[in-house]
């Protein structure tokens, strides 16, 4: 948590100025009885009207003063506090951009979605309210007390009595309600989390009729949270009338001591009027100060979780003296295998492969065989955890990420675009790329079609590509990846949602660009693959055969069997 402190250290001034006005406003309000109790004594029984209308605008005076102060203090406070925030959601987004994909499937997207919103507003608005009130309110409980006693030590005695009273009252329903806001928070996060994947998969929700469903289960989430904030709202609840009974216990005993003294001529009823305020400000005060905690030690909560998520591992370290392989292949694989957690069963075991500069790789085999676990190995999205993967010689592992990505041009399985134009998303693959060398990319990628229809590269794109379909999303996020000019090219089953002719014509094209690159295609399609210099066959995270399509037609027979299923009747022919 202190940690997290080195990104306030620009508003150290208004870290400090926050309180401090603060202080000021407090000390003027303290003086208020005071003027008061004068009125009364002075004013009132001498029946001096001058000097009554001097205090008043005295009064008036120390409560534009006041006002002046808080407003001050306000904007310091809400300065620092937003700027801390600031500059903490940007650290944790740029850690959040680094992580592995091992690290974010350990987390969870909407954990870190949590993190970046609901837990930082807590800490924001945790922040704001120390600066403001954490030395104000003690300040005025120990002021009152202590005024108290300049005006009468015996009639005083009273707020030595109430202050342990209402503080025991006070920080016992805190500690009581800590925990269970800590509940609540977790809770919270659950609903959250349902909320964000119900909103996801809405359409596959509405598809199979499961709305229902989930509307039930998403009740439940959010009963027992209410349930729980209702619980500590009950707790909570008692801190109003419980207070309140010894306060008003406490003045009873006050004014009669006050009416005792008065009536013996030792104080005066000026006096006793400043002592019934100065307790009613110490009720005030304690009880701002118990919901100031309970707000701190929500935000100390968030904080945490947002330092645990600081304190992950950006990105698997670089590791130099790693073994070098042979530098006239592209990409090699040396017994590399993959285990995605301690104790878990190996996703991919004991693969060895070497592509020279220039091939095409095909990737085939039946669902969760490790087809993309495969060629997320080369960019080292996931890391080898037995053996090795190689680009040009060098360990992945020695090789800085940014680096070894930037030659990299990869097309996952989902097809994402971003909100904007055309152009926009494509010149993420390379942001200095003229429209002639995007155009050739989208020629290469088959998609001049649709970049034509949609009105040029200018053409809007709506958030994930809504107002494309399928395949046309697919030929853009691939013209994405060419736009780089990449040595290496991953099309990870990429091409699904397009039809044969356009496949063929896609492959083709990449056969004959300029500065070929090393190509990886995984597809579920053996017309996709036959024809590229080697295929990778994987069976449950094993490469059951590599070789050419008629190789592994004769001495594979995963291969043959995927390949029957697909080209049944025209085997039954020949």
Same mark, same amino acid.
């Given at each position: 948590?202190?940690?997290?402190?080195?990104?306030?250290? #620009?508003?150290?001034? #208004?870290s400090?100025l926050?309180?401090?006005?603060?202080?000021?406003?407090?000390?003027?309000?303290l003086i208020?009885?005071?003027?008061?109790?004068?009125?009364?004594?002075?004013?009132?029984?001498?029946?001096?009207?001058?000097?009554?209308?001097?205090?008043?605008?005295?009064l008036v005076?120390?409560?534009?003063?006041?006002?002046?102060?808080?407003?001050?203090?306000?904007?310091?406070?809400?300065?620092?506090?937003?700027?801390?925030?600031k500059?903490?959601?940007h650290?944790l987004?740029?850690?959040?951009?680094?992580?592995?994909y091992?690290?974010?499937?350990?987390?969870?997207?909407?954990?870190?979605?949590?993190?970046?919103?609901?837990?930082?507003?807590?800490?924001?608005?945790?922040?704001?309210?120390?600066l403001?009130l954490?030395?104000?309110?003690?300040?005025?409980?120990?002021?009152?007390?202590i005024?108290?006693?300049?005006?009468?030590?015996?009639?005083?005695?009273?707020?030595?009595?109430?202050?342990?009273?209402?503080s025991?009252?006070?920080?016992?329903i805190?500690?009581?309600?800590?925990?269970?806001?800590?509940?609540?928070?977790?809770?919270?996060?659950?609903v959250?989390g349902?909320?964000?994947?119900?909103?996801?998969?809405?359409?596959?929700?509405?598809?199979?009729?499961?709305?229902?469903?989930?509307?039930?289960?998403?009740e439940?989430?959010?009963?027992?949270?209410?349930?729980?904030?209702?619980?500590?709202?009950?707790?909570?609840?008692?801190?109003n009338?419980?207070?309140y009974?010894?306060?008003?216990?406490?003045?009873?005993?006050?004014?009669?001591?006050?009416?005792?003294?008065? #009536?013996?001529?030792?104080?005066?009823q000026?006096?006793?009027?400043?002592?019934?305020?100065y307790?009613?400000?110490i009720?005030?005060?304690?009880i701002k100060?118990?919901?100031?905690?309970?707000?701190?030690?929500?935000?100390?909560?968030?904080?945490?979780?947002?330092?645990?998520?600081?304190d992950?591992?950006?990105?698997?370290?670089?590791k130099?003296?790693?073994?070098?392989g042979?530098?006239?292949?592209?990409?090699?694989?040396?017994?590399?295998?993959?285990?995605?957690?301690?104790?878990?069963?190996?996703?991919?075991?004991?693969?060895?492969?070497?592509?020279?500069p220039?091939?095409?790789?095909?990737?085939?085999?039946?669902?969760?065989?490790g087809?993309?676990?495969?060629?997320?190995?080369?960019?080292r999205?996931?890391?080898?955890?037995?053996?090795?993967?190689?680009?040009?010689?060098?360990?992945?592992?020695?090789?800085?990420?940014e680096?070894?990505?930037?030659?990299?041009?990869?097309?996952?399985?989902?097809?994402?675009?971003?909100?904007?134009?055309?152009?926009e998303?494509?010149?993420?693959?390379?942001?200095?790329?003229?429209?002639?060398?995007?155009?050739?990319?989208?020629?290469i990628?088959q998609?001049?079609?649709v970049?034509?229809?949609?009105g040029?590269?200018?053409?809007?794109?709506?958030?994930?590509?809504?107002n494309?379909?399928?395949?046309?999303?697919?030929?853009?996020?691939?013209?994405r990846?060419?736009?780089?000019?990449?040595?290496?090219?991953?099309?990870d089953?990429?091409?699904s949602?397009?039809?044969?002719?356009t496949?063929?014509?896609?492959r083709?094209?990449?056969?004959?660009?300029d500065?070929?690159?090393t190509?990886f295609?995984?597809?579920q399609r053996?017309?996709?693959?036959?024809?590229?210099d080697?295929i990778?066959?994987?069976?449950d995270g094993?490469?059951?055969?590599?070789?050419?399509?008629?190789d592994?037609?004769?001495?594979?027979?995963?291969?043959?069997e995927?390949?029957?299923?697909?080209?049944?009747?025209?085997?039954?022919?020949a």
């Amino acid at each position: 948590m202190k940690r997290l402190f080195v990104y306030l250290r #620009e508003y150290r001034k #208004e870290s400090i100025l926050g309180p401090l006005f603060k202080l000021l406003e407090a000390g003027f309000e303290l003086i208020v009885p005071l003027v008061v109790a004068a009125i009364i004594d002075r004013g009132i029984g001498n029946q001096d009207r001058d000097y009554i209308w001097l205090m008043c605008l005295v009064l008036v005076a120390l409560g534009l003063v006041g006002l002046l102060c808080s407003v001050t203090a306000q904007y310091f406070a809400a300065k620092a506090s937003v700027g801390f925030v600031k500059k903490l959601r940007h650290a944790l987004y740029s850690r959040i951009q680094g992580f592995s994909y091992q690290t974010l499937d350990k987390v969870g997207i909407s954990t870190l979605i949590t993190r970046m919103t609901s837990d930082m507003n807590q800490v924001q608005t945790g922040l704001n309210l120390a600066l403001r009130l954490l030395l104000r309110s003690p300040f005025v409980v120990f002021g009152a007390m202590i005024m108290a006693f300049t005006i009468d030590a015996k009639a005083a005695v009273w707020f030595v009595a109430a202050i342990p009273a209402l503080s025991v009252v006070v920080f016992g329903i805190m500690l009581a309600s800590i925990p269970l806001y800590r509940k609540v928070q977790g809770l919270l996060d659950k609903v959250l989390g349902a909320t964000r994947e119900n909103l996801t998969g809405a359409r596959v929700l509405r598809a199979f009729g499961k709305e229902d469903t989930e509307i039930a289960a998403f009740e439940e989430k959010n009963e027992a949270l209410t349930a729980m904030q209702k619980y500590v709202g009950r707790i909570s609840a008692l801190m109003n009338p419980v207070t309140y009974v010894i306060i008003n216990l406490a003045i009873l005993f006050l004014i009669h001591t006050g009416a005792v003294r008065v #009536e013996a001529g030792i104080i005066t009823q000026g006096a006793v009027v400043a002592l019934y305020n100065y307790m009613s400000q110490i009720l005030v005060e304690l009880i701002k100060l118990a919901n100031l905690i309970i707000n701190i030690t929500k935000s100390v909560a968030c904080a945490k979780r947002i330092q645990n998520v600081l304190d992950m591992p950006a990105g698997e370290p670089v590791k130099r003296d790693l073994p070098k392989g042979d530098g006239k292949y592209r990409v090699q694989f040396i017994h590399a295998g993959i285990r995605y957690s301690e104790g878990a069963d190996a996703s991919l075991t004991d693969v060895s492969l070497s592509v020279l500069p220039g091939e095409t790789v095909g990737v085939i085999g039946g669902t969760g065989s490790g087809k993309s676990t495969f060629v997320n190995l080369i960019p080292r999205f996931y890391e080898a955890t037995e053996g090795q993967v190689l680009v040009d010689g060098i360990d992945v592992r020695a090789m800085e990420p940014e680096a070894l990505r930037a030659r990299i041009g990869i097309v996952p399985q989902k097809a994402v675009l971003f909100q904007g134009t055309i152009r926009e998303n494509l010149q993420w693959g390379n942001e200095a790329a003229t429209d002639e060398e995007i155009m050739q990319a989208v020629r290469i990628a088959q998609a001049e079609d649709v970049v034509v229809s949609k009105g040029g590269l200018d053409a809007r794109i709506e958030q994930a590509g809504r107002n494309l379909s399928g395949g046309q999303r697919q030929r853009l996020t691939i013209a994405r990846a060419l736009v780089r000019r990449p040595d290496i090219l991953i099309l990870d089953d990429s091409s699904s949602a397009l039809d044969f002719a356009t496949d063929a014509a896609l492959r083709k094209a990449l056969r004959e660009m300029d500065g070929r690159p090393t190509v990886f295609i995984v597809s579920q399609r053996t017309s996709s693959i036959q024809h590229a210099d080697q295929i990778v066959v994987l069976d449950d995270g094993r490469a059951v055969g590599v070789g050419t399509h008629l190789d592994l037609l004769e001495t594979c027979p995963v291969y043959r069997e995927i390949y029957d299923s697909q080209f049944k009747k025209e085997a039954a022919r020949a």
